[in-house]
């Protein structure tokens, strides 16, 4: 199984948009179920992404 991880202030970064174009972009995969958000426990402000098993 391939397990994709992304970290929104690298997309923001690598594409070089702001913050809340890749939020609402992700949104819109979260909404359908494409990925999902996960808050790691030791940092409370950081939240990864991964694609869904669905």
Known sequence: MLIFLLFQ??????LVIPKGTVSVSIDGLVGPGLVE??????????????????
């Open 9 to 14: 202030r690298f997309v923001t970064e690598q």
């Open 37 to 54: 958000r996960k808050q790691s426990k030791e940092n409370r402000r950081e939240v990864s992404t991964f694609k869904s098993n669905n």
